[in-house]
Every structure is written in C-alpha cells, then in structure tokens.
C-alpha cells in the first residue's frame, strides 16, 4: 500500500499508465492531438475535428489545414471523438493516428465514410475502405489518398511506441502528482519542434500554439524541467539558446527558424519605432535596442550539469555565458547594457526583462531593476563555482568581487528603507510600482538580516502577496493589479519558483516548501500548465496559453524535489 500523505515516495507506474493519464486530459481544446517534432496540431470541431499546422509568427486561423474532419458510420450518423490518448484520436470503431510527421492515418470501420472541408468552403466525402492517409505539404494543402489497412496499423503501432519510449523516461514522483507530472512531461514531448535552417535541432519550443521558437529564458526553464527524464534533451536547449551570441557576446531573445531575434532590427519595419528607447537620456533613440533575456544562463547550466556530467560541452557553454555576463556589465561605446556607467546594468527594452508587460515599464526606459541586479550578483558567483570545475585555467576571483560590488550597489541604490522594499528606477527616476521584481533580490546570498526579514513579510502579508492561490506578479494593493492581465498581477509559475529558490537562499525552508506545494496545487487546479492563472481563482487566466513549456517544465522540477 503507498502512502497518500504529501512526502510519500509513491509508486514506480509504467510507461503505458502514465500515457494513459496523460491522454485525460487531451481534450483537444486547450491540449491538441499531436506528435514530438510535428508541425501539425489537431483540435476538436463539433463532433469531429479540424486541422492546423504550427508556423513562426503566424496565428492558428491564417494555418488551417481542414476546417473539419467527420467520420460518418453507414447510416449516416456522425461518429463523435469517444477517446484521445497521446498516439491516437477514437471515434466509434475508427481510430486517427499520425504517420510520420506531416501526414495523418485513419483506420477502422471499412463501411464509414471521412467527410473532409477545406478552407476554401468545399466539402469531400471518401469511402474509408481498408484506410486513408491525409498528407499534408505546405504548397499542396492536404491531400488524400487511399492506403491497405496494415500500413494504418503500423503508424498506429509505432507512435505507441514512440510515445511508450517517452514515457518511460518521465520522472516518477509523489503518487498525489503523478498524473499531472505525466501530462506536463506530454506536453514537453509534444512541444519538441524540428528547425530544418539548424541541421534538424530539437526546441522544445513554449507552445505551438503561438510560440514557435527558441525564447531564451523558455529554454532555462524547460532544460530545468527536462534534466529530470531526458538530459540530452535538455542541453540541447541550452545548446540553441547560446548558439548565436553578437559578437560583442549578448545571447539572442529568440531562435528560431528564419534566423534570430537579438535587436529590433531583427523585427519587422513596422515594429522597430516603438522599440527604440524613444525619451531615454542615456541611449541613442536612433540606435537598435538590444532584445535579450534575464541573466539565468549560469543556474540553468548548473542546473542541467547536476543531472549528468558533460565536461567538454559544458566548458564551451560556459565560455559563452561569461561573454554574455560580461556584455551586460559594458558601457554603451561597447553596445553593452550598463547604459549609464554607474555599475549597475539596466533593462535596455522592457522584452529584454521577460516581465515585458509589468508596470514597471510603464515609464521612461532603460530600467534598472532589483531582479536584474540579484540575477546578475547570483550568475557571477555561479560562473566562479562552474568555471572551477569546468575552465581550471579561468580565475574566479573578478566574478567574484563584481559580485560584491554589484550586491552592495542593489541594497545602497534600490533598496528603500522606509518602505521596506526593494524598488526599481526608469531613467534615473524611483518607479513606485509594488511588483515581483522587488522580491528577487532573496535570491541573493549575504542580504542584509533586516532586508531578509522584510521581504519574507511580505510574501506572508495577505493584502500584498499571500493570495488564495499563490505569489502574484504584483502586489495586490497596488494600483495597476490586475488578476487577469498577464505580469500585472497573474501568477505565473517560473517567478513563484524562483522566489522559493530564494527563501532557501534567505534560510526559510519550511516556507520555500510551502510556497512549492502551492505552486503545484495551483497547477493541478488550475487543470494544468497554463501561460499564468489568476490568482484570486486559481484558474487559467483568459488570455493565457494552454500547455505552456516552462509551466511544464517547472512542474515536473518542483515535483521532483518535493518528492525527495
């Protein structure tokens, strides 16, 4: 008998139960039917189903593949969806399934009949016969054609197996998590996309609904979560994600399969005047904002190396890290990011923070921000501790006194005394906003006992950040919260993480583990990996993303340890 009390080690379940428990919650509406390294996405449509392909920058209405698929029984009568598991769609006597990556396979019911539309309004009927194969290629749309039974059954088969082998490497963890463990490690697999331009790379990209590429700071935290069952998997996203540093080592806010996005002249021409750094008093509003991410390449990288050693890779992707680290302490004649020379490097464009719609960029930019401070602070000391590792010929000692100096500078400069809490400055002037950002800094070793003591009330304080169902992203007696409204109050799953990080950081353990099992109730809750929840309900925010990677990602990580 296993132990049902939160802590229980739980049982080992196999591959096929936990494919099984995955494939609840395929309801393919907010998680479709689809397979690692496909384009091709299929949803519910009435009693049948329709088709889309996933494309960089392109919504699901402008990739429609069919607007409906129907089975129809030898009465007539449509046949509704009784049954999704992760290598197949049922409906009554006929069964769906992919056949290779671009290309779907039905099979069953010789007497039924597969009633197509397509985008442009017409509408097909094919006898299902021994079974049908619906290719789909990008310049032809989808085409039909009849295949011998056998050839279904083997598609069938083999994507059991593909997905049996996935499976099989999803990490077991505590029995009350298991089945939500297993449905986020799906939604890892079924986010693996192929970059043909990159000679066939796996980016397990946020969504392919809407997100078809490599974010930088997505790739830390879905490595994060994939080192628990696929390792390789996992540096294969760091990999990408330091690929393509500029040269002056800065690493790119996307990957992705037309190229990268490092600055806003990688964007469309329409986009680019409204990020320039219009109003700035320290920059060129002429000149190409940089587009990054938050300093966590080092965390991550430690992270992924903690699992299974990799002493060659990881020597060369810690090269990059420390011209990237580097890069973000450069004055702007080295298009770096400490903008104003003052020691503590700013936010050139609000995208670059990750929080790009929070209310602390609601005023001039660039921003200097506490969270950076603290990331930056914290990846100096992780380069020391991994280059003493990994690059025994690299002194340590600079990262370690820039981390001081730059510790020192985020408590002197942001931290408010009066307030009791760290604050943020755009342009040079305070920025009020009460967010996220300012409980960060935990994250830092060596905060003074007074600042600890204060941050930690704070998250214990029921009208800023205890809320019902977890740690906002802003606090909820400031003016511009907003449950629903993306980094304006939402909880989102990477910043609850990382501030449990840093209450073990603060020597609050008891209260980091708190903050870990709300995280994951809220996600089993909420009905799954979500972009961001509300967090007065607890529920998917309205316009968040459905099986969201990092969310994924961070679960199976926060499961994992909460299992030990």
Not at 283 to 308: F, G, M, Y
Not at 545 to 563: H, K, N, P, Q, R
């Amino acid at each position: 008998m296993t132990d049902p009390r939160p802590g229980a080690a739980g049982t080992r379940r196999g591959a096929e139960e936990l494919a099984r428990a995955a494939g609840r919650r395929l309801d393919l509406e907010t998680a479709p039917f689809t397979i690692p390294r496909s384009r091709l996405l299929v949803f519910r449509e009435g009693d049948g189903v329709r088709v889309h392909t996933s494309e960089y920058e392109r919504d699901l209405d402008r990739c429609r593949v069919l607007d409906l698929l129907e089975v129809v029984d030898g009465t007539g009568r449509v046949l509704p969806v009784a049954d999704v598991q992760p290598h197949r769609i049922r409906f009554d006597g006929v069964t769906l399934t992919f056949d290779g990556l671009r290309a779907l396979s039905i099979g069953g019911d010789a007497t039924a009949r597969v009633r197509l539309r397509f985008p442009d309004g017409s509408v097909v009927e094919h006898p299902l016969g021994p079974g049908l194969r619906i290719d789909v290629a990008s310049d032809r749309g989808a085409v039909v054609a009849a295949q011998p039974a056998s050839s279904h059954e083997r598609a069938l088969a083999a994507l059991e197996r593909e997905w049996a082998d996935w499976f099989e490497r999803c990490p077991r963890v505590r029995d009350d998590l298991q089945d939500m463990a297993a449905f986020c490690w799906w939604v890892l697999g079924a986010n693996i996309v192929e970059l043909p331009a990159l000679e066939g790379a796996r980016a397990v990209v946020p969504s392919k609904i809407g997100y078809v590429g490599l974010w930088q700071w997505d790739a830390y935290f879905i490595a994060v979560g994939l080192r628990h069952g696929d390792p390789e998997l996992a540096r294969e996203q760091l990999d990408l994600a330091f690929r393509f540093p500029r040269e002056n080592g800065q690493l790119p806010d996307v990957v992705h399969e037309e190229g990268v996005l490092a600055t806003s002249d990688d964007l469309p021409e329409s986009d680019r005047a409204t990020l320039r750094r219009d109003g700035s008093q320290v920059a060129d509003p002429s000149a190409p904002v940089p587009l990054t991410k938050p300093p966590l390449a080092a965390w991550a990288l430690r992270k992924v190396l903690e699992v299974e050693e990799a002493p060659q890779w990881a020597a060369a992707q810690l090269e990059r890290v420390i011209r990237s680290q580097d890069w973000w302490f450069a004055g702007p004649e080295e298009n770096g990011s400490d903008l104003d020379r003052d020691g503590l490097p700013e936010y050139g464009h609000p995208y670059s923070s990750g929080l790009d719609d929070s209310p602390v960029f609601d005023g001039p930019i660039p921003t200097t921000a506490p969270d950076l401070a603290a990331y930056l602070v914290q990846q100096d000391r992780e380069i020391a501790a991994l280059a003493a590792r990994y690059l025994p010929g690299h002194d340590p000692a600079p990262h370690l006194a820039r981390a001081e100096r730059t510790a020192a500078l985020l408590t002197a400069r942001l931290w408010d005394p009066v307030e009791r809490r760290f604050i943020a400055r755009g342009a040079g002037g305070r920025i009020d906003s009460d967010t996220v950002l300012g409980l960060l800094p935990l994250r830092v070793e060596g905060l003074a006992a007074e600042v600890r003591a204060a941050l930690v009330a704070a998250l214990d304080d029921p009208a800023r950040y205890a809320l019902p169902w977890g740690l906002p992203t802003v606090s909820a007696t400031d003016p511009d919260f907003s449950a629903e409204r993306m980094w304006r109050g939402p909880i989102w799953i990477n910043t609850s993480a990382l501030v449990a990080e840093g209450l073990d950081t603060a020597g609050e353990p008891e209260c980091a583990r708190a903050m870990r099992e709300r995280t994951v109730r809220l996600v089993i809750h909420g009905g799954g990996p979500h972009e961001y929840y509300n967090p007065l309900t607890g529920l998917k925010a309205e316009r968040a993303t459905t099986a969201f990677g990092w969310s994924a990602a961070l679960f199976i990580d926060l499961a994992v340890e909460l299992s030990r």
